[in-house]
């Protein structure tokens, strides 16, 4: 019943030829999707044949797409996300129908028949959800209002995709009548998850992760399994709707999307982004391995040159389609170029439509391999257009000028400047709290304790719930532009990477347990270094020597007086005027 | 049994049946492992676990790996050097007492030493986890328990290694000790000389650096798979491999920490899966079996262990009440025996049933571990009270140095920071004190600094006495533990109290019930930071000035900081 306790060779080479390739992109300033593409054809029968689709990398790479969307779910707010949604359904219907026309007309002149050009118009309709987010989180855009833009657009294309891979699944469809019926219920599927995530996360989910939001390990594998339970019921709607006699598909993207929705809406999302993050990292990188894995050179290529001309033709008519509908809804310039010039390539999904279209004896596998070899090429093209959009936006601003319309469209995020960061609330941060409110229009606390947050909300500072170690979490008190930082933090590391991240111009103040560590801290430049065990050492001191020299009067007046602090629920405003009465003086 | 087959099925039904358990686990402040244990063989009973094994061994080399990577090689050497050894002599005497316990009841010799192994080691995940809670309070026993699984562990590792083959025959052990030692040192040397060069490579990108890692990872466990020794031992000299700097690569070790989370929860319930549950799964007369191997294995972990330990600890000098909490820390089996057990059983060295026996004992003694955490204190006191523990009073007597006609003194409780500035104190204006302090590890500097000295555990009636707390002036203690604070209130004396608190509330408390003075660092801290803050902001000072200002009191202080703690 056992299994011999070895891994598979397979997942191995697919790490290491990834990293290295990885590496190799890196120097030479390639993104790292090119370089797992890349690993995936050098890897796959196309060149070497080495490696092929195992059970195990099959799951990395499902779970890759699943954990791609379930982190892209957990940074939509839907208060930021609400103003954008009519705009999106009236882009992404028309771009989809132009799209086809477009794609459907350029496969008919290469030659391709009637029906098979029909698929390839289907297929080449979406753009790709796995390159766009991907690349969308590693520039930090995804909730830029381009990129709002463009997952919103991503997730109506992912449902389409749903409805056409149920009705191919189904085989031949008899009627229309049998196509109106899939639709209808994958579109009540849709709207039920949709319900079932966001009335979780007005009722259940509050309740659930404030209570163990305090445990890092817990919170994180909680929030994992809530993602599964939505995988899961989509995964196997079909088996569940057997029984009533319906036949119907949901993609696991979907339903992990949904779960990451429910969960974005609670003020602890933050954190759990940062715990997904390198987990969806390993297992993308799979998947992009993998896209290239399965087909021969021979049905690869036996379509080359048609699937180069297809590119060339559709990636233009993609960005024109995009620009003018956006445009069209009011948005500027500089939203529509970035919107647009995102989503000129071919998605993964019109991979799998093919794959479902073969299966389902629909075409040749040959136009399986022209399909793919387009949408690797469109993607791996489109890689460059995201990664330099801003610098192409620049280069064309004033042509596009010329072109647009007039912006009516409102929206973006304000982010800080010259503001004041403390980390960790406690006994001896909160002293600094009303004086920094006074001196930055911004003040910045990031803690992990739920009730602090809270109590910070309540008293109108910004709070972040999560762990600085975190890039996102300083990414979001944006650290770099701080003017003031104070870290309640006694770990010498966190401090340290903390005096490496902020501008020279910021005022930092730290705290420590030991000397050495202090020493080291003013050496990595800190400006002051708290050390609370040596301050009340030096205190406690004074107090004996006046009590054994039988100073009452100095000694009754100097406890009272630190009774009385303690005694203060709030220890500002006045705490600091006492200050000059120490024993010394 | 309706298995599912399909994988990504599978381990969707993995994390869905243990969400709910971990929120039981939260919920009651139990520890996770025995959870996922338990959530496996509910889960097992809708998958097929050998589905999983593969990704359970993602789990089991993320585990060790993740272990090796926080050991700092530069730091390995002090840490043996004072690190405990009571550990080893526990490993042989309790281990000899599980694996002739097995063999009484009929277990074959060479499975018996597996059960040895489960009894002998303890969890280093669940007891860290444990004393998370009390580490700040109670320094002494956290080192305590910290290094007696540090060597806990090494031994598990060597274990693993020997029993790599199943067997222990002459053939295997040879090679493998030699493959083995072969990695390590090539994990010194990817440490020395590679490592940087991933983070070179790796250019600042967190993606690359863990992708990097993990490739790291599997060429040393393919390494290890290659000379045909266990994939843990690959592992662990892979996480050896991993410069241990959180500085400079943060992102490195959250994100291997997410990554290890999902596996490892993978594991462990993996192992829940494939426990075949008595009396449900099972036949009765076997299911009697198990059950008494597993009673066995309770007692041996849970009583017979700590009670060991606190005798070799109590034996080497540590004071009774510290020995016997730091014990009772290491009551239950190990995670590393499970790795050990599954290993077995995939080589068929290990017969099911017996396999059974380890899992069930592993979370049945995570559970009753915590609660003998939490109970600690109350069944130290018991035990004493009845004389079962006896503190050794000759080593107090011979350590401490206390004059007889002593009266009028100051009794300082701890010789920290706050202890040593105190008894400067003293000695500048010539006033009699005392000081008490439990850390064997400060004895010699305390004796050796100080007129009159109570090693002792400030807990203990003794220690008091040998203080002569009757005649003393003033007791102030220096220790931030709440038992030990409530125990000085009730000290039969008329001397005054000062004590000090973690919190403002468990201050005020302690001012009610009759403190003289309470202190709290926190408190001093914030003024002054209030302080620094504001003469910044009014221009008093300039940054500059400031910086200058606190490195020349910081040096100033560091004149009067005893040695051992700068």
Known sequence: ????????????????????????????????????????VILGPAVLGVVQVSELTELLSELGLAFLLFLLGIKMRLDEVQHVLKPIVKISIPQMIAVFLAGAGISLALGFSSLEAFLIGLAVMYSSTAVVIKMLTDKDEATSLHGKIDVGVLLIQDIVVVIILAVLAAGRPDDLAEVATTLAVVLVLVALITVAAVLASRTVLPIVFRRIADNKEVFFLVAISWAFLFVFVSDNVNLFLAPLGIEAYLSIEMGAFMAGLAIAQLPYSKELQDRVNPLTDLFVMVFFVSVALDLEAAQLLAHWQEAIVAALVLMPVKFFVFFYLIDWQGFDHETTFLGSINMIQVSEFGIIVAAVAF?????????????????????????????????????????????????????????????????????????????????????????????????????????????????????????????????????????????????????????????????DLYANGAHCVIMAPHLAADRLADYLRAYLEGDDDVIEGAIDGDVELLEKPDPFPNAHDRLGGELRD | MNSVTDLLSAVAIIFLVTGPFLLAANRLELPTVPFFVLAGIVAGRFIEPALLLEL????????????????????????????????????????????????????????????????????????????????????????????????????????????????????????????????????????????????RLAGGSDELMILGVVALLTVFVGAAEFAGISIVVGAFAAGLAVR???????????????????????????????????????????????????????????????????????????????????????????????????????????????????????????????????????????????????????????????????????????????????????????????????????????????????????????????????????????????????????????????????????????????????????????????????????????????????????????????????
């Open chain 1, 1 to 40: 019943m056992v299994a011999e306790p070895a891994l598979t060779v397979d997942f191995a080479i697919i790490l290491l030829s990834a990293t290295l390739v990885g590496f190799i992109a890196k120097r030479t300033g390639q993104p790292t999707i090119i370089a797992y593409i890349l690993a995936g």
């Open chain 1, 359 to 519: 299966e389902g004896g629909f075409i040749e596998a040959e136009v399986l391999g022209f399909m793919t070899l387009l949408a690797i090429f469109t993607m791996g093209v489109s890689v460059y257009f995201i990664e330099f959009n801003h610098a192409l936006f620049e280069r064309f601003e004033p042509t596009i000028d010329r072109w647009t319309g007039d912006a009516e469209f409102e929206g973006g995020k304000r982010g800080y400047r010259d503001h004041a960061v403390v980390i960790g609330y406690d006994e001896v941060t909160k002293n600094a709290l009303p004086l920094l409110a006074d001196r930055y229009e911004d003040v910045v606390v990031v803690d992990r304790t739920v009730s602090h947050i809270e109590a910070l909300e309540a008293e109108g500072y910004d709070a972040i719930y999560g762990d600085f170690r975190n890039s996102t979490i300083r990414k979001d008190a944006a650290i770099k532009k701080a003017d003031f930082v104070l870290s309640s933090s006694v770990q010498t590391e966190v401090n340290k990477a903390l005096l490496r991240e902020v501008s020279e111009n910021a005022t930092v103040f730290v705290e420590a347990e030991r000397v050495d560590h202090a020493r």
């Open chain 2, 56 to 199: 359970a061994y993602y789990g089991i080399a993320l585990l060790v790996f993740t272990f090796g990577a926080q050991i700092n090689l530069s730091g390995i050497r002090t840490v043996i050097a004072d690190g405990e050894l009571a550990g080893l002599g526990q490993i042989l005497i309790v281990g000899s007492l599980g694996v002739g316990f097995s063999v009484a009841l009929g277990v074959p010799p060479t499975e018996a030493i597996y059960l040895g192994i489960a009894v002998a080691l303890s969890s280093t995940i669940v007891g860290t986890a444990l004393l998370q809670r009390t580490i700040n309070a109670d320094p002494v026993r956290g080192r305590l328990v910290r290094s007696i699984q540090f060597v806990q562990d090494l031994i598990a590792i060597l274990a693993i290694l020997l029993l790599g083959a199943g067997t222990l025959e002459a053939g295997y052990v040879g090679p493998a000790l030699a493959a083995g030692a072969a990695l390590l040192l090539a994990a010194v040397f990817v440490n020395r000389y590679l490592f940087d060069l991933i983070g």
């Open chain 2, 244 to 566: 241990y700097d959180p500085v400079n690569y943060l992102g490195l070790f959250n994100g291997l920490q997410s990554i290890r989370d999902f596996f490892v929860a993978i594991f462990f319930v993996t192992i829940g899966a494939l426990v075949v549950f008595p009396f449900v799964g099972a036949e009765w007369g076997e299911s009697v079996e198990i059950l008494l191997l597993v009673a066995g294995l309770v007692v041996l972990t849970a009583i017979v262990k700590p009670a060991v330990t606190t005798a070799i600890l109590i034996a080497r000098g540590y004071e009774a009440r510290s020995a016997t909490l730091a014990s009772l820390n290491t009551d239950q089996v190990s995670e590393f025996a499970l790795i050990i057990a599954i290993q077995a059983l995939t080589l068929e060295a290990l017969s099911p049933a017996i396999f059974d026996a380890i899992i069930l004992a592993a979370a049945i003694t995570m559970v009753t571990s915590s609660l003998t955490h939490q109970y600690g204190e109350r069944i130290y006191r018991t035990l004493a009270d009845r004389g079962v523990i006896t503190g050794r009073h000759d080593r107090i007597d011979e350590w401490s140095d206390v004059p007889d006609d002593i009266v009028d003194h100051v009794v300082i409780v701890g010789y920290g920071r706050q202890g040593r500035s105190l008894v400067e104190t003293c000695e500048a204006i010539d006033h009699p004190y005392v000081v008490i302090e439990n850390d064997p590890n400060r004895r010699d500097i305390v004796t050796s600094e100080c007129d009159a000295v109570v090693i002792g555990d400030a807990m203990e009636r003794y220690t008091w006495e040998k203080a002569n707390v009757g005649d003393a002036k003033l007791v102030v203690s220096t220790v931030n533990s709440l038992p030990v604070s409530r125990r000085i209130l009730s000290l039969d004396t008329d001397a005054e109290i000062t004590l000090r608190a973690a919190d403002r509330a468990t201050a005020l408390e302690l001012l009610d019930e009759g403190a003289l003075y309470v202190g709290h660092p926190d408190l001093l801290a914030g003024q002054q930071l209030a302080q620094q803050i504001r003469e910044l902001f009014d221009g008093d000072l300039t940054r500059e000035e400031l910086r200058e200002n606190q490195r020349a009191e910081l040096e100033r202080r560091a004149d009067h900081v005893p040695l051992h703690l700068r």
